[in-house]
């Protein structure tokens, strides 16, 4: 199958379950790129990951950058609209068809409901994040350091990560 | 459009799958405008962030290979791990009022770190689960 179907394949299903913002799509995305058809590394996958946390706009951009390693402007084009059209279609027919959905009940019971299941997503993208990534105490300290300055300070997701690459220039190279 | 119809439209967003500001920019936009609005909404969503996101990438083929970009970018890579450890820890609090929310998520976390199951059927078996179970409890409640 030609490269562009199989990534709006790929892009478009994760985009229809990216349930809690895309917060929960990580390991599947990773499991599909990397494992299943070797667009790029683990350790791109990572890199990717961090500019998509660093840019202003949803994390789940960066399918652009996977796009763009297997083909270029236009790759990265098709896997954007992979990811971004299926689920904002999903949003338009549901709007349009679901009058009852002043429904209270099933609106907290899909938020609430749902919502350990894609807080475990989360841990599992900690380790697949994780497996891309330098290992040895320099990059474990400066990780343990954001999460502690995360969960303390009220620094903004761009500048812990901004503050990590200097870390990085001094203790990583 | 009213204060109450965008809040309905944030919970909304929240709630269907995809970017929450997408899904709220989109839903806007049909609100406004019909199909149409939301069709242009999702376009003025997609183009800046596509744009920028080029950029990095465009930077990051060319610059790769220069050692202090390169040990920057491990840093980055090594931070982005700690903010979604963070991230992790800050959801698990929230959920910590009943138990059995940590039994879903220790069966999901381990279905796909440990087992590697599709997300699909985590979505189906686990997501399905959490709901009815939400379901019961207020159904007892009341």
Redesign the interface.
Known sequence: MNVYWRMIQVFSVLSVLGFGGGKGIIPQMHHDVVEQYHWITSSQFSEFYTIGKLVPGPTTIFSALIGFTVAGISGAAVALAAMFVPSSALMMVTDKLWTKWQNVQWKDAIAKGLAPVIVGLVWSSVFTIGRGVAHGVGAYAIAAAVTVLMLRTKLSAPALILLSGAAGIAVLR | MSEDEFM?GL?????????????LA??CG??VRG?PG?ITA?VA??I???A???I??AL?FRFIGN??VH??????????????????????V??KKDWL??V??????AA??AF?V???Y??LV??AL??????AQ?ARAQ
């Open positions: 309905e919970e909304f967003a929240q709630i269907m799958p995809g970017p929450n500001i997408l899904n989109v839903f049909q609100r199909i939301a999702l969503v997609s800046p962030a596509f920028i996101v080029l990095a990438g990051y050692p202090f040990a920057a970018l491990l840093g980055c890579a090594a931070g982005a791990v700690g903010l979604t450890l963070g991230n992790a820890i800050e959801l698990s929230d959920l929310n940590f879903l998520l220790a069966a999901t976390t796909v770190t590697h599709h997300l699909l985590v979505l686990f997501g959490g709901i009815w179970r939400h379901r207020k």
